[in-house]
Nanobody, 114 residues
Framework: DVQLQASGGGLVQPGGSLRLSCAAS????????MSWYRQAPGKGREPVST???????ADADFVKGRFTISRDNAKNTLYLQMNSLTAEDTAVYFC????????RGRGTQVTVSS
């Protein structure tokens, strides 16, 4: 049974940092293309960052070097390190399995506010 569970969200001040985690089960993170998406209130889902099986990364323009997607194969977990957060980054963030049988996990709320 493929499952994804994001965690690590919370309330952070502008300029702060958070590290999101996505624990996977039922498949191997390192053998799949994985992504982080986000959805802000009243807006559609948008891709944030993607990492493929070879470790190649692709980021949305708004990331601008602030976020880094990574994975720990031993822990079968995907991460998103987010730095220099702004109010525009407020959204629910969730992870997805993009290859083979696609899957999406429950999200974690990130709120950037002073």
């Amino acid at each position: 049974d493929v499952q994804l569970q994001a965690s690590g969200g919370g309330l952070v001040q502008p300029g702060g940092s958070l590290r999101l985690s996505c624990a996977a089960s039922g498949f191997t993170v390192g053998a799949n293309t994985m992504s982080w998406y986000r959805q802000a209130p009243g807006k559609g889902r948008e891709p944030v960052s993607t990492i493929d099986v070879n470790g190649r990364r692709a980021d949305a323009d708004f990331v601008k070097g602030r976020f880094t997607i990574s994975r720990d194969n031993a822990k079968n977990t995907l991460y998103l390190q987010m730095n220099s957060l702004t109010a525009e980054d407020t959204a629910v963030y969730f992870c997805t399995k993009d290859s083979g049988l696609r899957a999406r996990g429950r999200g974690t709320q990130v709120t950037v506010s002073s």
